[in-house]
Structures are given as structure tokens and as C-alpha cells.
């Protein structure tokens, strides 16, 4: 006799595992061809919600599949024929987009709990569907979940970018980190500056994300709940920018002589500075979230030294031959230059590391180390009140053979010494899925749903922490995924009932 190789939950198959839940044995029939999802009478929000009702219209989908198919087979009885969507809050946001203080109860949004909804329906033997009556309060832990997709490494269609916005909504990720440009290459097209991605993009056609690409990002996004938060990282990590923009760059010396290769942002002339305050100026304008993430990580100093006139003005500015203090002056004028367009801004570790004077509502996004080195850092960072986020242990282009999403699943951004207001200051964490070795072809499956391990974490309460009771949720939320078309890779030796039909 072969066990199946999942227990079912108490919890059936819900992911991330909402605050509160009881599930009963009263179990109720569902059929595609009577239910429908309406707006409660008292609801603050109506038939002219579009975000509402688009979203009515995908969770139908989720459940019963086309509407087409449905007209076309046979009538169940149904003892449920209708979901009421009360909406409590006196702004139901239809038209706004997400923030970092948008609401996330059940009472207030309605994707979450849609999404909830969707994941207690389930097949009996003969194929109908049934959800059991229920008891559910839910709200998220932290405010800030979020993905990161890195498009420059390699290009990322939009359609895999939309593909996994979807899924984060699966996931219930509020935050699309989109690492959008870097060394390699430059897809963003500027309107400003087009022959950015003119010269720095892989090709100028093919390989590029147009205004119209990355408005239709934001609000296919925004339709879900999701942030979209973009990241130009800046002075490292800047040659594509290099190719577009002269003068941008540091020109690097061999001796007394150029030796033709280019360094990070060249931070002593003007023009770099007239230069951003345009760039960001337009950066503010495409991107509607109020925060933008200035990088500011991994600057290797050589080229600086190399260069006479930035050893001059080093000498100048009385800088000695501390270049973190050259870094930190450009940083500071960008800063600066970002605040002028009403933006708040995340950067990475490095920067509050190297002591550069930050707004107090700067975001600190930790990503270094190991397990004590970031724990360490958070506490740093926290005990001198600035908000923070984690990366170090959700670092998912580093892949290993086995159940890699357990180590996931059990670290936690509040796991340091710290004192509870402290503990307040950590606003979440992102999972990270760098670009070096993912493009189309891959992406997905390695994302998911080794990502799901880190939206519960994320989501749910601090002491759901039962990894056994957890492969179970996840090995049927993995299938839910599947059969919803995402390509999510397995976690062991298992099957679902309706597998991943390939391409």
C-alpha cells in the first residue's frame, strides 16, 4: 500500500494561511452555471468599480473555468448560488493604486479575500464542485511583500512579467520590485533619454520596454493589488547607462593614460547631476508608487582611484583616500535630487552602512550576509529608527538540489535581538530572483513556489511555523497553480489531478 505522499490540512489547502480560520464539515455545492459573484447592497463600492468587477470575473474563471464551458454542460443542483462582496471601508480605492498604507483585511480588500474564497472550493470524486461553510478573519502580517524580477541579465517578455504578477496575486505579494535595469543592459525606454536603451538595451526593438509596456505593467498590477516598485540602481552597476549617456560614466587610467574601459556614475561633474534630476524627474512621472529604489549597492572603487581629477577632488573636498565618503556624497546629492519629486526611496544596505545622511523615512533593504551577519544588521538599522526590509535568506537564484523552500519558510525578518518598537520598524521582506541564469524559459518554475514559502512567512501569523502541516497546504496550492496554468515546479515525488500540459 503506497501512502499518498500529502496529509490533508485542518486548514485544506489555504496559502498563505489566513489569521483566523475554522472550517467546518457543512459542506455546500457550487455550479458554474447558477453562481455568481455581486457586490453586497451595502457595499461601499459598486458596479462601476472596474477593479471590482474584473476581478469577479478572474475568480469565476479560477473556480469554474470559461464561462463558455459552462453554458455548455450540465445543470447541478447548487445549494450556493452567490458570494456578497461588502466592502466596509468608506474608500473602496477603485481607481487609486496601491500603497504601502493601503488596507488589506478582508473588510477593506477584496482581492485577498477572493483569493481565499477561491482556494476552499474544491472537487468532490465526481468532479462537482463544493466549499464548506467557513469562519475566516485575515489581514496581512507585514505591509511590504514583495518579488524581485531582474530584466536585465535577461530580458523578461511582458508576458512572463504579467504571468507572475498573476501569480504573485495567487500569492498574495503586494509589491513588484522590478530590478528593470543594470550593467548589462538598459530596456527601459526613457522618453527623455532614448538612446539610453537606443544603445544600452541587448536591441533597441526587440528588447526594450516601451511607455506603453510598463503602463500596461502598472495596471495590470494595480488591478491585483500589486505595487510596482522599479529600481535604478546607481553609482555601480551603471555601464549599459555608459553606452547612451557620455560623461555619465568614470573614465578609468592606466597609469597617466584612459585606459578606454569606464567605471561607476562619474560624481564630480554637474552634469551627472543635471542629468539625474531630469532622468528621476521622469522616473516619478511613469511610476505612480510614492517610493522608487535607488540601489546605491556593490560600488568598487578602483576607477575612482584611477582617475586624476577625482583624486583632485578628493583632495579638494578633504576626502583623504576614503572613497565610501566620495560615494556617500554622490549618494547624498541624489537623495536630494529624488526627495524634489515627492518620491520616497529604499536603498540597499550599503548606503546606511557607509554612514550617508538619510530622511527618516528612508527604507534600508538588507540583503548581505549570513544568518547572524543580517540579523546583526537588522538590529543596526532598527536601533536607529529607520524602517527595513529582508532579502539575505530569499535569495531564490540560488538553487540546490531538494526541499530548498523549508530554510525559506523558517527564517523570519523579526528574528533578531530588538526591542518590540524595534520589531515595528521591519516592514517585510522580498524575495529576490536575480537574472544571471533565468530568462523566459525558466523563470517560473524556479519562482514558484519556492516564493509561496516566503509570502506565508510574509502573510500569516509568527507562529505558523509547522513545516509538516505547511508541505501539505503547499503541495495543493502547487497544483492549484498548476491547474491555473502557472508552471510551478513540484516540491517531491507527487502528481497532481490536472497536470501542467506544456507549452
Known amino acids: 500500500l503506497l501512502l499518498p505522499v500529502f496529509q490533508a490540512s485542518k486548514y485544506s489547502s489555504l496559502w498563505p494561511l489566513p489569521q483566523k480560520v475554522q472550517i467546518s464539515e457543512i459542506s455546500f455545492k457550487l455550479s458554474g452555471t447558477s453562481f455568481k459573484i455581486v457586490d453586497a447592497k451595502e457595499s461601499s463600492a459598486g458596479s462601476s468599480c472596474s477593479i471590482l468587477q474584473s476581478a469577479y470575473r478572474r475568480y469565476y474563471e479560477y473556480m469554474f473555468g470559461s464561462a463558455k464551458k459552462q453554458w455548455g454542460g450540465k445543470n447541478r443542483r447548487a445549494d450556493l448560488t452567490e458570494l456578497h462582496v461588502w466592502i466596509t471601508s468608506p474608500d473602496s480605492e477603485c481607481d487609486a493604486y496601491p500603497g504601502v498604507t493601503s488596507d488589506e483585511s478582508c473588510e477593506s480588500n477584496y482581492a485577498s479575500c477572493l483569493e481565499t474564497f477561491s482556494q476552499l472550493v474544491y472537487e468532490d470524486e465526481y468532479g462537482a464542485k463544493n466549499i464548506n461553510s467557513s469562519k475566516i478573519s485575515d489581514f496581512p502580517r507585514f505591509a511590504h511583500r514583495g518579488v524581485l524580477l531582474d530584466s536585465s541579465r535577461h530580458f523578461l517578455p511582458i508576458k512572463v512579467i504579467l504571468a507572475n504578477l498573476e501569480t504573485m496575486a495567487m500569492n498574495k505579494i503586494n509589491v513588484f520590485h522590478w530590478h528593470i535595469v543594470d550593467d548589462q543592459s538598459f530596456p527601459y525606454l526613457s522618453r527623455t533619454f532614448p538612446q539610453l536603451s537606443q544603445q544600452g538595451a541587448y536591441h533597441p526593438y526587440t528588447h526594450v520596454y516601451t511607455p506603453a509596456d510598463v503602463k500596461m505593467v502598472i495596471e495590470f498590477a494595480r488591478l491585483r493589488g500589486i505595487r510596482v516598485i522599479p529600481e535604478f540602481d546607481t553609482p555601480g552597476h551603471t555601464q549599459s547607462w555608459g553606452k547612451g549617456e557620455t560623461d555619465l560614466l568614470t573614465p578609468c587610467f592606466s597609469g597617466s593614460k584612459p585606459s578606454g574601459t569606464f567605471g561607476p556614475v562619474n560624481p564630480i561633474l554637474n552634469t551627472t547631476y543635471d542629468f539625474m534630476t531630469q532622468f528621476f524627474k521622469e522616473v516619478s512621472t511613469v511610476f505612480p508608487d510614492t517610493y522608487v529604489h535607488l540601489g546605491g549597492d556593490e560600488v568598487d572603487f578602483t ?163 509547522d513545516i509538516d502541516d505547511a508541505f501539505n497546504r503547499l503541495s495543493l496550492h502547487r497544483c492549484r497553480m498548476v491547474e491555473r496554468g502557472i508552471p510551478a515546479e513540484p516540491l517531491f515525488s507527487s502528481y497532481c489531478p490536472h497536470e501542467y500540459k506544456g507549452v
Open 303 to 465: 576607477c575612482w582611484k584611477s582617475n586624476p581629477d577625482i583624486q583632485k577632488f578628493m583632495e579638494q573636498q578633504q576626502f583623504g583616500e576614503d572613497y565610501s565618503k566620495l560615494e556617500s556624497f554622490y549618494i547624498q546629492r541624489l537623495l536630494d535630487i529624488v526627495s524634489t519629486t515627492q518620491k520616497g526611496y529604499l536603498i540597499w544596505q550599503e548606503v546606511f552602512d557607509n554612514g550617508v545622511k538619510l530622511k527618516a523615512d528612508t527604507l534600508i533593504h538588507v540583503w548581505k550576509g549570513n544568518q547572524q551577519q543580517y540579523q546583526n544588521e537588522m538590529a543596526n538599522v532598527t536601533a536607529s529608527g529607520y524602517q527595513t526590509l529582508l532579502s539575505t535568506p530569499w535569495y531564490l537564484n540560488r538553487i540546490s538540489y531538494g526541499q530548498d523552500w523549508q530554510g525559506f519558510y523558517k527564517a523570519d525578518p523579526q528574528d533578531f535581538k530588538g526591542t518590540d518598537e524595534q520589531k515595528k520598524l521591519v516592514i517585510g521582506g522580498e524575495a529576490c530572483l536575480w537574472g544571471e541564469y533565468v530568462d523566459a524559459t525558466n523563470l517560473t518554475p524556479r519562482l514558484w513556489p519556492r516564493a509561496s514559502a516566503v509570502a506565508e512567512r510574509l502573510w500569516s501569523a509568527s507562529n505558523v511555523t
